[in-house]
T-cell receptor
């Protein structure tokens, strides 16, 4: 158990809908990362937050947005869903407190999104 | 961050050492080498990281060449449960943020 909790584990929805994925980082971790993994794309970095602020952005679609709340949990919002958004979505967290050092990411077990 | 090159797949006999190579010829002085693995559809798992020196922990050993242009992850006694995709990642010093980019990795199959 990595200590990172993602809910829900599975989500089935229809095209055009909007969903919210939730991530609770490990206790004490300030940094949260979101990744998307589809069969043909591998693990794609979406976005990263540190202590409530966006710090890095990958190829995240405009239909997708995320935020990190004061209690450090994070949510990834996916809207106007398309069939191609079907994927595993992973959240990871890290301590993120020491600049200039190495960083270990701890991943949750993911949310499997199926868009029908 | 520097790019890495890994073989797409490897086989290893159970109980033998698995040696997974990674080439990172454009690595710069402030970049760490990290290894993660992903067992089928589970979240990736951190294995080990290093800067210049060889490193060992309870999971694996990391051998980095003197010029730091390549490294090898060693699983000393591979088991069937080590079957996974192994990712070698090079990333600069952490400073409250930044991308951690996964490549295609090496799919390791441990066979009985």
């Amino acid at each position: 158990d990595s200590g990172v909790t993602q809910t829900p584990k599975h989500l089935i929805t229809a095209t055009g809908q909007r969903v919210t994925l939730r991530c609770s980082p490990r206790s004490g971790d300030l940094s949260v990362y979101w990744y998307q993994q589809s069969l043909d794309q591998g693990l794609q970095f979406l976005i990263q937050y540190y202590n409530g602020e966006e710090r890095a952005k990958g190829n995240i679609l405009e239909r997708f947005s995320a935020q990190q709340f004061p209690d450090l949990h994070s949510e990834l919002n996916l809207s106007s869903l398309e069939l191609g958004d079907s994927a595993l979505y992973f959240c990871a967290s890290s301590v993120g407190a020491r600049a200039g050092g190495a960083e270990k990411l701890f991943f949750g077990s993911g949310t499997q999104l199926s868009v029908l | 961050d520097a790019k890495t090159t890994q073989p797409p797949s490897m086989d290893c006999a159970e109980g033998r050492a698995a040696n997974l190579p990674c080439n990172h010829s454009t690595i710069s002085g402030n970049e760490y080498v990290y290894w993660y693995r992903q067992i089928h559809s589970q979240g990736p798992q951190y294995i080990i990281h290093g800067l210049k020196n060889n490193e060992t922990n309870e999971m694996a050993s990391l051998i980095i060449t003197e010029d730091r242009k390549s490294s090898t992850l060693i699983l000393p006694h591979a088991t069937l449960r080590d079957t996974a995709v192994y990712y070698c990642i090079v990333r600069g010093f952490y400073n409250q943020g930044g991308k951690l980019i996964f490549g295609q990795g090496t799919e390791l199959s441990v066979k009985p």
